[in-house]
């Protein structure tokens, strides 16, 4: 049956791509190699220094986020080296499996997956490993499966305070532009993200933000790389162009995303998905669910994962939303799966589009029979009422 008005994809990535975004990519494509193209390619590299908050390269390429992740580790490393990693979810899990396949030893400080990288734990695995073997730390800034954040600016603290020269890298997959990161002033060596989260285009593109430790350390590297080397990608850069075929027309997306973002201002993009992040909880506390991070202030601005009372199906609710209001919501994810079920709120959003995606919810809660006590999408109505947004949302 035709579904009418537009479909809700509430899921935390991809997230819904604005038409003006939608506008920008449906362009001819023109020539990567022509004179024409550098002026795109200086406006998009030039561009996403300022959302990773760094003056060092950008590297832009034409993968999903996983590719970068690949990136990372291929242009630092050497076969046998020891990655400390933090198993915080799905993504981290990913992540360290990547590693494994290539060769390193990455060895994970374990979570129950309701909280985010711990700088205390970090600081200790660091000290106790005083011959230096561990050559790069790998953290997930926000873990996608469980909602949950990591406070990196303590956690290169920690680094710092165990005196260890260990590379710091950050997966910002789904961080990048929803939450604040800080890539200079965090002292991040390599950052690792994607287009199709905070930055509202179609999925395609990934990027690694590159200290000029890592440039250094990628000397002495000696795994295999030629797709991800950093090197060719900087010396054409350097022209404003690609060593490959790029996406273009990602790129043009990428541009018109990243005159969005600013004509927003970054300051007031991280407030509004914080206050967007908090309206949804307000109304989860009213159902009386659970929600699946534990730690105040590692609360995700970009999703929030909900835990449904144990003998009920987190995926029949998703069902059932989807069948009854169009909306889609995430899934709980490897050992969270069909307990979780994840509310997107990021990208480009604002009051009326959360109030929808909270009111189906609650609505879905009703029709699958999961115990709850209505008034949630309310509460989030009054919080909303309560701390107006400074700007038009
Ligand atoms: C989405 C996501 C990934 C995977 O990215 P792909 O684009 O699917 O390859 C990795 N890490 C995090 C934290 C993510 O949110």
New binding site residues.
């Given amino acids: 049956m035709r579904q009418t008005g537009r479909h809700f994809l509430q899921i935390?990535?991809p997230s819904a791509v604005p038409d003006r975004i939608l506008r920008a990519i449906d362009m001819p494509v023109i020539d990567h190699r022509g004179p024409g193209f550098a002026d795109l390619g200086f406006r998009v590299l030039n561009g996403m220094q300022g959302i990773f908050k760094t003056t060092a390269p950008v590297i832009i390429y034409p993968a999903?986020?996983?590719?970068a992740?690949e990136a990372a580790l291929v242009n630092v490393l050497s076969a046998g080296d020891r990655v400390l990693m933090f198993e915080t979810g799905h993504?981290a899990s990913?992540?360290s499996k990547l590693a494994a396949k290539y060769q390193l030893k990455p060895e994970l400080i374990d979570t129950d997956w309701r909280r985010g990288a711990d700088p205390n734990l970090l600081e200790d695995a660091l000290r106790a490993d005083n011959t230096h073997e561990i050559k790069a730390v790998c953290v997930?800034h926000?873990?996608?499966s469980t909602g949950c954040t990591a406070r990196i600016a303590e956690l290169r603290q920690a680094i710092d305070a165990a005196n260890h020269p260990a590379l710091f890298m950050v997966?910002t997959?789904?961080g990048l532009a929803a939450a604040d990161f800080q890539f200079d002033n965090w002292g991040v060596d390599i950052a690792v993200s994607?287009s199709?989260?905070g930055l509202m285009l179609p999925?395609g593109l990934?990027f690694n933000a590159v200290s000029e430790k890592a440039m250094a350390a990628g000397r002495h590297s000696d795994l295999p790389k030629s797709y991800w080397d950093w090197t060719e990608m900087r010396d054409a850069n350097e022209r404003g162009y690609f060593p490959y075929t790029p996406a273009t027309n990602l790129l043009y997306g990428l541009a018109e995303a990243i005159d969005m973002i600013n004509e927003e201002g970054l300051e007031n993009l991280f407030v509004r998905h914080q206050r967007h992040a908090a309206a949804t909880r307000a109304a989860v506390e009213a159902w009386g669910l659970d929600i699946q991070c534990q730690v105040e202030s590692e609360y995700s601005p970009v999703l929030t994962a909900v835990r449904t009372p144990d003998g009920h199906s987190a995926d029949a609710l998703r069902g059932t939303v989807l069948e009854h209001y169009n909306m889609s919501l995430g899934n709980g994810l490897a050992k969270v799966a069909d307990q979780v079920f994840r509310i997107g709120h990021l990208g480009d959003f604002n009051d009326l589009m959360l109030m929808g995606t909270l009111s189906g919810i609650e609505m879905g809660l009703h029709l699958a029979g999961i115990p709850h006590h209505t008034g949630g999408a309310q509460k989030a109505m009054d919080f909303l009422k309560a701390t107006p947004a400074n700007s038009q949302n």
């Fill in positions: 935390p990535g999903s986020g996983t590719g992740w993504f990913l992540w997930v926000n873990e996608t997966d997959i789904s994607g199709q989260k999925p990934s």
